[in-house]
């Protein structure tokens, strides 16, 4: 939520940015400032790129600077594309390292970045800005996967969103830009379950018929969760945790004993002496 004083700050600084600009076009926070606006609010990409391209050239190592300057990138899709990538994931390792706790691009990443959504929050590209963001800079893939598919959902034909999704879904996989300890939710919902066992509780082996990274079709799945897993689940802690939610049962010897978890429905057994478990 953002309040009403936000509201009067955001637009203060908007116009402020706009004037500043116009009154000296040579000094680095206007032309940044300006850039971010007409990036972000805008969403005017071609105007953007020269501004942007005059604040890297003036300050090529401020973290702010190549922060934004990746994301725009990115978002604009800047040919050759494999090449626009390498140089914007450098740009953000840099930033990263100069600036760890991203204290710079706090201010920016509200006033544009976040109050473009909040204006203009049915627009594709503001979403997208937001997606790239939350994935470049804060690293949060899971709230990015979900802007990017509310993106789509406004306009499933931009090519920007379509093919910045599917780059991001690719450097998800182990070894990308992105790497996620499994698919996103979004996978879950087109794969085939492989094997489910008693023993795995909530957990089952799922396919990916659509995978785009050969070797990983396979993936782990928890229904209750709703974690993914490309490696296999901490089976002893997966007991250990079931043991803590389940109702004893009863005692078949001195030593083991029967319980029931509610969330699978299901019962198994502990050995006190062995500490294995079994299900029935």
Request: proline share 4%; aromatic share 14%.
């Amino acid at each position: 939520k953002i309040s009403f004083a936000d509201v009067v700050k955001a637009m203060q600084f908007i116009k402020g940015a706009r004037m500043k600009y116009e009154q000296d076009p040579t000094k680095l926070s206007n032309i940044v400032n300006y850039a971010m606006l007409t990036h972000c609010l805008d969403l005017n990409f071609d105007a953007a790129r020269p501004i942007y391209e005059q604040a890297v050239k003036l300050s090529p190592n401020h973290p702010l600077i190549s922060r934004v300057y990746a994301i725009f990138l990115l978002a604009s899709r800047q040919a050759p594309h494999n090449a626009t990538f390498k140089t914007a994931c450098q740009l953000l390792h840099d930033a990263d390292i100069a600036d760890r706790n991203q204290t710079m691009i706090r201010s920016a990443a509200e006033i544009y970045f976040r109050w473009a959504v909040l204006v203009d929050a049915r627009n594709s590209l503001t979403l997208l800005n937001y997606a790239l963001l939350h994935q470049c800079v804060y690293k949060n893939y899971d709230h990015a996967e979900k802007l990017y598919r509310a993106a789509l959902a406004l306009d499933p034909i931009n090519e920007l969103v379509v093919e910045n999704y599917r780059l991001f879904c690719y450097e998800r996989y182990p070894c990308g830009a992105y790497e996620s300890s499994g698919p996103p939710y979004s996978v879950v919902a087109r794969s085939n379950v492989v094997e489910t066992r008693l023993d795995w509780a909530e957990w089952s082996k799922m396919i990916d018929p659509l995978c785009p990274r050969k070797g990983f079709e396979v993936f782990w799945y928890n229904r209750f969760t709703k974690e993914t897993r490309f490696t296999t689940p901490d089976w002893k802690l997966n007991w250990e945790n079931r043991l803590k939610r389940s109702k004893w049962i009863d005692g078949k010897t001195t030593a083991q004993s029967e319980f029931y978890d509610e969330r699978t429905k299901s019962s198994f057994f502990y050995n006190t002496y062995t500490q294995e478990y079994s299900s029935k």
